[in-house]
């Protein structure tokens, strides 16, 4: 199936300091990246949906200025918290949908990122 | 607005009895349909999915669903349960809008299987 790498799977940082997660479609192009947060044991939260060439779409609630987003290129799409603060800490989370796949274009999930901030 | 709700947080089984994870649905049109799983501090893994076609879809590591149009019902199934497959459940609907539709989630279902 089609892979999709979360990098880095684990990451610590001090309050006000900034932290870029990134994910990448192995072997697949993907115009339409994914960002969820997920709190423990609850669902995924989608926090904005990434195009290529083009600005992120956030969700309601999420801060753009603070989650920034981006997808520079059909297989990277990077997510920068920035002025991170413990609050922030949670399971970050990306998927990439195969836009040259199949009709049900399938979304496929990166492993995830732990980010603590302290 | 598309919703999907997973009405059981947890589900007990023993080990070689069948299980049912529940799924259901509200969208406007045909829904696409996905059930993922997720083992712990893990990302999602793809199970199966609803697009068209026959209403018995089959997945990976023996699951298969049953997409039910008249009770907007995607059940997870299995016909013998193994203590592996205890994880999160999801299941998950987009509209057929279009390439940019959303994919929303359920709040999951765990599954815990006895020995």
């Known amino acids: 199936g089609a892979v999709v790498s979360q990098h880095p799977s684990r990451v610590i940082c001090k309050s006000g300091t900034s932290v870029k997660i990134e994910c990448r479609s192995l072997?697949?192009?993907?115009?339409?990246m994914f960002w969820y947060r997920q709190f423990p044991k609850q669902s995924l939260m989608l926090m904005a949906t990434s195009n290529e060439g083009s600005k992120a779409t956030y969700e309601q609630g999420v801060e753009k200025d603070k989650f920034l987003i981006n997808h520079a290129s059909l297989t990277l799409s990077t997510l920068t918290v920035t002025s991170a603060h413990p609050e922030d800490s949670s399971f970050y989370i990306c998927?990439?949908?195969?836009?040259?796949?199949?009709?049900?274009?399938?979304?496929?999930f990166g492993e995830g990122s732990w980010l603590t901030v302290v | 607005a598309q919703s999907v709700a997973q009405p059981e947080d947890q589900v007990n089984v023993a080990e070689g009895n069948p299980l049912t994870v529940k799924c259901t649905y509200s969208?406007?049109?045909?829904?696409?349909l996905f059930w993922y799983v997720q083992y712990p501090n893990r990302g999602l893994q793809f199970l199966l999915k609803y697009i068209t076609g026959d209403n018995l879809v089959k997945g990976s590591y023996g699951f298969e669903a049953e997409f039910n149009k008249s009770q907007t019902s995607f059940h997870l199934k299995k016909p013998s349960a193994l203590v592996s497959d205890s994880a999160l459940y999801f299941c998950a609907v987009r509209g057929p809008y279009s390439s940019a539709s959303k994919i929303i989630f359920g709040s999951g279902t765990r599954l815990s299987i006895r020995p």
């Open positions: 998927s990439a949908r195969n836009a040259g796949g199949d009709s049900g274009n399938t979304i496929y």
């Open positions: 072997d697949f192009q993907a115009t339409t």
């Open positions: 969208v406007s049109g045909n829904p696409y």
